[in-house]
């Protein structure tokens, strides 16, 4: 590896799809890029944490002063001491923190008094020890708001920027600077790949400890190196994610642009334990955080050199559009290697085009291997080498490609790496190479690398290191698809609500098998016709009515598995079928549970299922993300075979569909041997369905459809169980969603002044053919007073920045679409867009609108106003502003309609700001 992992990045800009291109300050910046330092704990004793940080500060200038703070002494190596942080005669930015916990709430108070912005505590013995450290904790919470400070730690190593030489730690030594931000939970692990990337000459932009996360969490730190040019990509070792919803608002903003890969351990139960011990949080299911970093586009490996390796790899070459992977070989046994290691993480060797297959044989000795691992034999040139590279990089059907070279008597691995150097960008194939040997390799090693090839030592790793990249990349791809709209559908919402609040009332946590299903029909999942009877001869009525065969399963408020009690009788022909088998539930009931635990049957007709599968479609709960959802091979043996996918709520089609291709039934649903496939597009739709129930019916705990029937002529549910939190639950004790649902309260229809119709709603994933149209319908001097800029079309079209767009994160902004239909032709059209987005790190948000022009003067400008500044005081806002062209003379009417001032911005006095105070 070379210092820079990121050799050739450019700085990134500021990149916010629908935003004006303006920085805006960041409040961890008190942190990162102080111009003051007071180091509190200060202390003169050899080896002691609080006399190092001071030493590494002052040893690595970072262009401001260095204040100790500590009341005994009257100087720590030379510098004058303060006796407290009200003492220090200039403005702090920054508090290090390293005095015993229980001083470090009232520290915290005089900082926030002094104004001091940012935090950090170095010091242990908070919510790791227990209830007395949690206690501390929100003692330093309550203060550090008051101030709005952010901190930090605690219990962390502390921070270091290479960048402009900070180094707020208690480390050994000062990283070198680079463009790779290492965000680390675990302040041992931070020294060790310190020590390391001192050895290898790797640089960093930053080295952060978090500690336990107090206040700057994950979420906060993707956010701010995600803004930051100097940062190219952003690793991190995380033992717990902390808030769930923070850190994937945040990743999936990110990701797009630049990576972010984890290590998280904890895929074990001893593990999983060792962490929250450590952090003293939970850790949640392991199988739910693989799923929602491929919700958001993050890329997991499973090791610390993984980590650095695909770093660089990222950097280095570009990101594969499939999976398809050519190896190059002058020796079988190191391309059998990497063929094993490349189909057994899910990749694929290319399947050679009779073109290149022709190219080959002409340039090739005759015992060439004629298939992929291409085996260009031991006595292979540089220049055979490079000729073969050169023609398989030509095949349409490769994604990347792999050269491995084992040093034999007539290689030349130095002019080998010489003549490989051209080929080092080609465009969206990476190019890997492995160079096996020690010394006699070496040369060739450093010359593929500084060329921007990744080397590595064995084929295997390279291998692995190929499926990481084109995961990554597909994550990516499908984090923004654009789904497909669907059916219109209105679910009863009222009456979902009705029959949860019932059973609530009644004191139960448990919907009997008829509400349950009454549930799954308020969301249009079809169900089967069911009739509860309480008695033998009702049971007989209802059978009669259905008419035969009928199932009859046990009605009751109290068991959830019937079949574990003898509850389900099938294939039921007659009346006297039907009163047999009513008694033997009864009986069998009262024998494996007890005779209050049956409250009837229910008689169902038994439906002529022919050929298809039995899948379950579920939701759970998980102490991190909330509710989670489940689909896979239903039917009784559902444990046994644990053939499921997860993922987070709620889900669009393409969502669903991913989640259905993680799953072994999966193939079969495509269909199989001569069975037709399932209406996939119509399982699609019922799961989103299903994830709408989950995310607005807040009280349903668990949900299970087990098993929901598949075949090319229906889908159905034949059985569900419903699990209620208890009455004494309120909405505010209820689990955040890790995901913020569609908020459907800012769904409205409008009359415009000149009686048009309306619908104003909040974007939605599905909205991009139609934003596409819709900019094609705006002049380009609306477009100019949008974005304060000339804007291409093509530019704004494009699938990368719509899809950003309308995959709007309705926690970080929301944008309201006006839909118009048109009567004739019942068309819909988007006709403006308004859009406020949080300020990062602040208590403020800026709005924007644009609108189609036929549109102007109708008022629909002001209705998006009003609606956008009732959407910030709903989201606890401050302050909202715009940037306004001082020609926009429309804009800067509706703001003042609204009370927003107006004044030069102080950055640019050539744009208007307005802004309101909520």
């Not at 500044?869 to 804009?891: H, S, T």
């Not at 609204?898 to 050539?910: E, N, Q, W």
């Amino acid at each position: 590896m070379e210092q820079s992992l990121y050799p050739n990045a450019t700085p990134a800009p500021f990149d916010r799809a629908a935003d004006v291109l303006k920085f805006e300050p960041n409040p961890l910046d008190a942190i990162f890029a102080p111009k003051n330092v007071a180091v509190i704990g200060a202390t003169e004793t050899q080896g002691s944490v609080g006399r190092t940080i001071v030493w590494n500060l002052i040893s690595s200038p970072f262009g401001g002063t260095v204040f100790p703070v500590n009341p005994k002494r009257p100087s720590i190596l030379g510098i004058k001491t303060y006796s407290s942080i009200k003492q220090v005669p200039a403005k702090v930015d920054l508090a290090v923190i390293v005095t015993p916990a229980p001083s470090v709430p009232a520290i915290i108070g005089e900082c926030v008094e002094a104004g001091v912005k940012g935090a950090i505590i170095i010091s242990a013995g908070f919510k790791e020890i227990g209830p007395a450290g949690a206690a501390l904790e929100l003692q330093v919470k309550e203060h550090a708001r008051r101030g709005r400070m952010r901190i930090v730690g605690p219990n962390c190593l502390g921070v270091m920027n290479p960048i402009n030489g900070l180094n707020a730690t208690f480390a050994a030594a000062m990283a070198r600077p680079g463009q790779v931000a290492f965000l680390s939970q675990s302040g041992a692990l931070l020294t060790g790949v310190l020590d390391w990337s001192l050895r290898e000459n790797v640089g960093f932009s930053a080295f952060v400890s978090v500690g336990s996360m107090l206040d700057v969490g994950w979420g906060d730190l993707i956010n701010y190196f995600g803004d930051d040019p100097r940062t190219a990509a952003i690793v991190m070792y995380m033992e717990t994610i902390g808030d769930a919803r923070a850190f994937l608002s945040a990743a999936r903003e990110v990701a797009y642009t630049k990576p972010i890969i984890v290590i998280k351990p904890g895929r074990t139960e001893a593990a999983a334990h060792a962490a929250a011990s450590h952090t003293g949080s939970l850790t949640g299911s392991d199988d739910v955080l693989d799923a929602a970093f491929h919700r958001v586009g993050v890329l997991r490996v499973n090791t610390i050199a993984d980590l650095f390796y695909s770093a660089e790899l990222l950097g280095k070459q570009p990101r594969p559009k499939g999976r398809n992977l050519t190896i190059l070989t002058n020796a079988g046994g190191p391309g059998v290697l990497a063929t094993d290691a490349l189909v057994g993480g899910g990749g694929q060797l290319t399947p050679i085009s009779d073109a290149t297959m022709d190219a080959l044989n002409q340039l090739l000795p005759a015992a060439w291997s004629h298939n992929n691992p291409v085996d260009i034999l031991g006595d292979a040139s540089p220049e055979r080498y490079a000729k073969t590279l050169e023609l398989t990089a030509q095949d349409p059907h490769s994604n990347g490609l792999l050269v491995i070279l084992t040093p034999q008597a007539m290689t030349d691995p130095t002019m080998t790496a010489e003549q490989l150097k051209p080929y080092a960008k080609i465009p969206g194939k990476p190019v890997l190479a492995s160079w096996m040997g020690g010394t006699e390799v070496e040369a060739g090693e450093t010359i593929l690398n500084r060329a921007g090839i990744p080397t590595f030592g064995y084929p295997d790793t390279a291998a692995r290191m190929f499926n990481y990249l084109w995961q990554y990349s597909e994550n990516l791809r499908l984090v923004y698809e654009t789904p497909t709209s669907g059916d219109a559908t209105d679910p009863d919402r009222a009456r979902a609500s009705e029959i949860i609040a019932n059973a609530r009332r009644e004191g139960r946590t448990l919907l009997n098998e008829y509400e349950s299903k009454q549930l799954l029909a308020a969301y249009e999942i079809p169900t089967v016709e069911t009739q509860i009877a309480a008695n033998v001869d009702d049971a007989v009525n209802a059978a009669n009515g259905i008419g035969y065969p009928v199932v009859l399963k046990l009605f009751s408020n109290t068991i959830t598995h019937k079949t574990d009690v003898g509850g389900v009788k099938l294939n039921l022909r007659d009346a006297a079928a039907v009163r047999e088998a009513f008694h033997a539930i009864q009986t069998s009931v009262s024998e494996k549970a007890s005779a209050a635990d049956f409250g009837g049957v229910t008689v169902q007709p038994m439906l002529k299922l022919g050929d298809g599968y039995e899948l379950i479609l579920g939701s759970t709960l998980d102490p991190q993300f909330g509710p989670v959802m489940l689909f896979g091979l239903g039917g009784q043996l559902v444990e046994v075979f644990k053939d499921r996918a997860l993922g987070l709520p709620p889900l669009t089609t393409t969502l669903a569909r991913r989640m259905m291709e993680r799953t072994k039934i999966y193939t079969a649903l495509q269909g199989v041997r001569g069975r037709a496939a399932v209406d996939l597009d119509a399982l699609e739709q019922l799961m989103v369905r299903f994830s709408e129930l989950v995310v607005e019916q807040r009280f349903v705990r668990e949900l299970d459809i087990n098993p929901l029937f598949a075949s090319p002529e229906q889908l159905v549910a034949l059985d569900a169980r419903v699990i209620l939190y208890d009455a004494a639950t309120t909405r505010e004790q209820l689990p955040r969603l890790a995901i913020r649902p569609y908020p459907l309260k800012y769904v409205k229809h409008w009359t415009a002044k000149d009686g048009t119709e309306l619908l104003i709603r909040p974007i939605r994933p599905e909205d991009e053919p139609a934003m596409a149209e819709y900019h094609k319908r705006i002049s380009e001097r609306s477009v100019y007073f949008r974005y304060l800029h000339p804007l291409a079309l093509d530019q704004r079209v494009s699938h990368e920045r719509l899809s950003r767009i309308c995959y709007n994160d309705y926690d970080r902004e929301m944008a309201l679409v006006a839909e118009y239909t048109d009567p004739e032709t019942q068309q819909k059209q988007i006709v403006g867009v308004g859009r406020l987005s949080k300020i990062y790190g602040t208590a403020d948000g800026e709005y924007s609108m644009l609108l189609v022009d036929a549109f102007h003067g109708k008022g629909l400008g002001s209705e998006f106003l009003k609606l956008l500044v009732q959407i910030g005081r709903d989201e606890k806002l401050e302050r909202i502003i715009a940037y306004i062209a001082p020609e926009n003379l429309a804009m800067q009417a509706v703001s003042k309609k609204h009370g927003f001032t107006l004044h030069r911005d102080m950055d640019d006095p050539s744009i208007l700001e307005a802004a309101l105070v909520l």
